[in-house]
């Protein structure tokens, strides 16, 4: 079993930064960011791979977000520069243990089998 807590969402003005963070326990293969909005469906923001640190990001976040691991600290984090209106949603961490899914997509939240809660960041104009 994996265990998932987010924390560091907040409300920031459009320009601003916020870090996310989302500790882990258990070992994990892949693990990711997602966010919802109210109204919308669940969407992939970033991924890694927590062996070879591998990255990938949608394209609405590319340039702006960075994610990161610390394996020492079994954290991952958000690094989200440049904060736009529009990344206003509920921001989830996820993380999975096979090696591959045949046929999904590493930013759909098909592809991960744990979750947590969530934090809530608001970006306001």
């Known amino acids: 079993q994996v265990q998932l807590v987010e924390s560091g969402g907040g409300s920031v003005q459009a320009g601003g930064s916020l870090r996310l963070s989302c500790a882990t326990s258990?070992?994990?293969?892949?693990m990711g960011w997602f966010r919802q909005a109210p109204g919308r469906e669940r969407e992939g923001v970033a991924r890694?791979?927590?062996?070879?640190?591998?990255?990938y990001y949608t394209d609405s976040v590319k340039g702006r977000f960075t994610i990161s691991q610390d394996n020492a600290k079994n954290t991952l984090y958000l690094q989200m520069n440049s904060l736009k209106p529009e990344d206003t949603a509920m921001y989830y961490c996820?993380?999975?243990?096979?090696?591959?899914?045949?046929?999904?997509?590493?930013?759909?939240?098909?592809?991960?089998?744990?979750w947590g809660q969530g934090t809530q960041v608001t970006v306001s104009s």
């Open positions: 258990g070992y994990t293969y892949i």
């Open positions: 890694i791979l927590y062996g070879s640190g591998n990255t």
């Open positions: 996820a993380a999975d243990r096979r090696t591959t899914a045949s046929g999904i997509s590493t930013l759909s939240p098909a592809r991960y089998n744990y």
